[in-house]
T-cell receptor, first 115, second 113 residues
Framework: DSGVTQTPKHLITATGQRVTLRCSPR?????VYWYQQSLDQGLQFLIQYYNGEERAKGNILERFSAQQFPDLHSELNLSSLELGDSALYFC??????????????FGPGTRLLVL | AQSVAQPEDQVNVAEGNPLTVKCTYSVSGNPYLFWYVQYPNRGLQFLLKYITGDNLVKGSYGFEAEFNKSQTSFHLKKPSALVSDSALYFC???????????FGTGTRLKVLA
C-alpha cells in the first residue's frame, strides 16, 4: 500500500458528461501528479500540483482541469467526455520538496469507462 | 525535449535466467532516471532510481540498473528471474530544469516456469 488513495475505483458514464476524480496524497507529501494510462498511448503525464499551485503541465486536454486544495487532496475534473477518454487515471504524490528526482508513489487508479 | 524509449514491448525469460529490460533516454541537462513496476490492476510501484553517483543502482526485489551516459541508457537487470517478476515495467526520465516526468511505453516481462 503506497499510502495514496483514489476514489472512486471505477466510474462508468456517458459521452458528454462530466466526472470528478479524487486523490489524497501520502501524509506529508506536498506534490500531486495526475497521469492517464490508456492501451494505445501508454502512461501520459497530465499535470502536477505543489502545495496548491500548478507546477507543471503535460498533455492535458482543455476539457480537463485539476486543482489541489488546502488539505492537499486533489481533484481531476473531466468534462464533455468522449469515448477516447476511457482509461485508467492515476494519481501520485512525492516527498515534501516536490523535486524532480524524488520518488513518486502511485495510487491504485480510477478506471473510467465512457459509453 | 525529453524522451524515453523502451524498444521491446515484451521480454520472455526462463525462470532462473538473468533478465534485462532496456531503456534509452534523451534529456537536456542532468538526467534523473527511474524504474517502476506495475502488477495487474495495481498502481505503479517504485523499483529504483539514478540521480547521481555510482552508475550501478540497486533497488527492490533484487533488481539493479546501470546508468550509461555515453549510450544514454538505463537498462534494468536481475541475475535470476522469478515467475513473480512477471509484470509491466516502466522506465521514466526527468531532467534538471524541468518538473515533467516522461514515462516509456512499458515492457511486459514474462518469466516462464
Amino acid at each position: 500500500d503506497s499510502g495514496v488513495t483514489q476514489t472512486p475505483k471505477h466510474l462508468i458514464t456517458a459521452t458528454g458528461q462530466r466526472v470528478t476524480l479524487r486523490c489524497s496524497p501520502r501524509s506529508g507529501d506536498l506534490s500531486v501528479y495526475w497521469y492517464q494510462q490508456s492501451l494505445d498511448q501508454g502512461l501520459q503525464f497530465l499535470i502536477q500540483y505543489y502545495n496548491g499551485e500548478e507546477r507543471a503541465k503535460g498533455n492535458i486536454l482543455e476539457r480537463f482541469s485539476a486543482q489541489q486544495f488546502p488539505d492537499l487532496h486533489s481533484e481531476l475534473n473531466l468534462s464533455s467526455l468522449e469515448l477516447g477518454d476511457s482509461a485508467l487515471y492515476f494519481c501520485a504524490s512525492s516527498a515534501p520538496q516536490g523535486s524532480v528526482w524524488e520518488t513518486q508513489y502511485f495510487g491504485p487508479g480510477t478506471r473510467l469507462l465512457v459509453l | 525535449a525529453q524522451s524515453v524509449a523502451q524498444p521491446e514491448d515484451q521480454v520472455n525469460v526462463a525462470e532462473g535466467n538473468p533478465l534485462t529490460v532496456k531503456c534509452t533516454y534523451s534529456v537536456s541537462g542532468n538526467p534523473y532516471l527511474f524504474w517502476y513496476v506495475q502488477y495487474p490492476n495495481r498502481g505503479l510501484q517504485f523499483l529504483l532510481k539514478y540521480i547521481t553517483g555510482d552508475n550501478l543502482v540497486k533497488g527492490s526485489y533484487g533488481f539493479e540498473a546501470e546508468f550509461n551516459k555515453s549510450q544514454t541508457s538505463f537498462h534494468l537487470k536481475k541475475p535470476s528471474a522469478l515467475v513473480s517478476d512477471s509484470a509491466l515495467y516502466f522506465c521514466a526520465v526527468s531532467g534538471s530544469g524541468t518538473y515533467k516526468y516522461i514515462f516509456g511505453t512499458g515492457t511486459r516481462l514474462k518469466v516462464l516456469a
